[in-house]
Structure formats: structure tokens, C-alpha cells
């Protein structure tokens, strides 16, 4: 079956809960997926690897996690940093409500989940971290990564994880050209870690136009 269905906000695959434990070197957690969610079945390898190897924020403020699923990249860093709000951001209803079960299971009190479109324009984010959907297209990425990159404090970080067959290179190069400061942290097991900065002070949108396709 094509995963697309975890794209849509109301996924028509029938639901079916179930238990997955997230083992990281510093976080265990206990958790609940379900059907029509990314990865229901396992931490998704890009997702790990984001998690043990993306450094930590490196300024104080809000954390995003952009098409957070059931939410293991939020609730880990909810759990590492539960004196910072986080928000879990996610088309998928389905994946919303999963996040906030386990936030409350957690003792989560920091975790907000949220429909793009609901997530106050006034609210600026010191890290991002995300395994970004590479599988909705180039086009809807693109619009996806520049809509939350600015929303990025002066000093903010992107840490996202792209699998190298994937286009990571191409999506680093991109993103430079658009005015976006970003390198490659690291890479493990045919990932990359990127770092992408917010456009220097003074610089719009202009450069971005008419370069999705």
C-alpha cells in the first residue's frame, strides 16, 4: 500500500493502536502509533539517527518538530528540554491525537500539537528539528521547508534529516541559494544532518520566487 495515505488529514486506512518503545541512549519512551501515521511499526531510521546525532538547541526558545507523526522527534525533546514549549506539527488529525495521548501519558505538559495553519503567526522558533516528508514532492517541500524556516529567531537552527539517495545534497544546495545558511552536521548511514540558518537580516523572500518547481 503507498503511504501517501499519512499525507491526508483524515487518513481512510481504519485505525489500529498499538504500543512501540523508542530506545534511545538518553530517552526511553513508551508510545502509542497507529495506522495511517509515518512509521508506525519502528523509529524510522532517518528519525533515529536525527534524534542521537543533531546537536542540541543552540539558543533558548520554542521547538518545532515539522510532520511530527505519532511525535518521537517532540516528545523526546520535551522530554530533554521540559522547561521549553514544543510544538508537534502534522496535517494528519490522526498523528495529532496521537501526539497529545502520549504527551499526556508522558506527563508532558510542554507539548502543543497543532494543524499548520493553527500555530499563531506571533510564534518565532529558536530549533527546528524534522524528518521532513520528502515523498509529497519537490514543489510542496520546498513551500513547506521556507514557511517554517521563517519562522526561525535571528539566531535559530534547522536541523533536518534527508536520506542522501533522497537529494540531500540538492535540497543543501537549494536552500543556500535561497539565502538559507546551511551545512551538513554529519552523516550516518546514508543520511545527512543539515543545518539551516535563517536568511541574514535585510534579505526577503524575492530570490525564492518562482524556483518550487
Request: glycine fraction near 10%.
Amino acid at each position: 500500500m503507498s503511504g501517501s495515505h499519512y499525507f491526508t488529514g483524515a487518513p481512510e486506512v481504519a485505525s489500529e493502536r498499538r504500543p512501540i518503545t523508542v530506545s534511545l541512549p538518553d530517552v526511553t519512551l513508551e508510545l502509542t502509533t497507529d495506522a495511517g501515521v509515518f512509521s508506525r511499526s519502528r523509529l524510522d531510521p532517518g528519525t533515529r539517527i536525527l534524534l542521537e546525532h543533531a546537536p542540541p538547541p543552540r539558543v533558548r526558545g520554542p521547538i518545532l518538530d515539522i510532520g511530527c507523526g505519532y511525535g518521537p522527534i517532540a516528545l523526546t525533546w520535551a522530554t530533554r528540554r521540559k522547561r521549553l514549549p514544543v510544538w508537534a506539527v502534522d496535517v494528519n488529525e490522526r498523528a495529532l491525537e496521537l501526539v497529545r495521548l502520549n504527551a499526556e501519558a508522558l506527563g508532558l505538559g510542554n507539548v502543543q500539537a497543532a494543524l499548520p495553519d493553527d500555530v499563531p503567526e506571533d510564534v518565532r522558533f529558536a530549533t527546528i528539528y524534522s524528518n521532513p516528508p520528502i515523498r509529497i514532492g519537490k514543489a510542496a517541500l520546498r513551500r513547506l521547508l521556507t514557511h517554517w524556516l521563517g519562522r526561525l529567531t535571528p539566531d535559530g537552527s534547522a536541523f533536518l534529516v534527508v536520506q542522501k539517495h533522497l537529494g540531500s545534497d540538492s535540497l543543501q544546495q537549494w536552500l543556500n541559494e535561497q539565502g538559507y545558511p546551511t551545512s551538513r552536521v554529519t552523516s550516518a548511514n546514508g543520511f545527512r544532518i543539515l543545518e539551516a540558518r535563517p536568511r541574514p537580516a535585510g534579505e526577503g523572500s524575492e530570490s525564492g520566487r518562482g524556483t518550487t518547481s
